[in-house]
């Protein structure tokens, strides 16, 4: 039997409801693109079943729980892992859980070969440089060859590591008013830039308040 190919990634059978009820949808007779119903396909819920769900999915957050898409099961947050950052309306941005926990985010991976895995991280990482800065992943690589894997500020190599255990990519730093990009940093630089304002007035400062200490530093010796 198919699986679904819905765009949360759930994979309960496709044309059936998808609150996991196990019953069967009816066909969609015409496109209703913001309910996610398309013409000669198999709806998403039994109808009454989507609001259902969707209480369904208010407890959870209430509780601070929420499903998994394939395993069906209640699990805490920290069972799922974030995936990417969505922009609300008020410019604010939030971090946004994968759809199945993190058991089945293994069986998922060991099911693709290394090769395959790889690319699928390359195009995920490309849409979020897309998304996020207006670059391609060969940018930000072309990048990284001339920095030649380094920080362009401290001069050193990324050590800050993800989850996984794997050292992180260099961030891409750029111009939060124009939006410019102007270079790949260190998680510490980029920070050091962001705490400070981007203020060339408060990193002179900064440098003035440092040389004068030191100064102060080599009369006591």
Request: proline share 2%; charged share 35%; with cysteine.
């Amino acid at each position: 039997m198919a699986s679904s190919a819905y765009s949360n990634g759930c994979t309960i059978p496709f044309g059936y409801c998808q609150c996991g009820c196990g019953r069967k949808t009816g066909i969609a007779r015409r496109t209703v693109s913001r309910l996610g119903r398309f013409k000669g396909r198999p709806v998403r819920f039994v109808h009454g079943h989507s609001e259902r769900w969707a209480e369904e999915q208010k407890i959870q957050r209430e509780q601070g729980m929420k499903r998994c898409s394939q395993c069906r099961k209640i699990l805490p947050p920290d069972r799922f892992g974030s995936i990417f950052k969505r922009s609300r309306k008020d410019g604010t941005d939030r971090l946004c859980l994968r759809a199945h926990c993190d058991v089945c985010e293994r069986k998922r991976k060991a099911m693709w070969s290394d090769d395959e895995y790889a690319a699928f991280r390359r195009t995920c990482k490309n849409a979020s440089l897309r998304k996020l800065y207006g670059i391609t992943i060969d940018v930000y690589e072309e990048m990284l060859a001339c920095q030649k894997g380094k920080c362009s500020i401290c001069r050193r190599r990324e050590t800050r590591k993800g989850r996984t255990g794997k050292v992180k990519m260099l961030s891409v730093d750029h111009c939060h008013r124009t939006g410019k990009v102007r270079g790949l940093l260190c998680h510490k630089c980029n920070n050091a830039i962001g705490c400070l304002q981007e203020s060339i007035t408060i990193f002179e400062r900064v440098i003035a308040y440092l040389k004068l200490h030191e100064e102060q530093e080599v009369r006591h010796r």
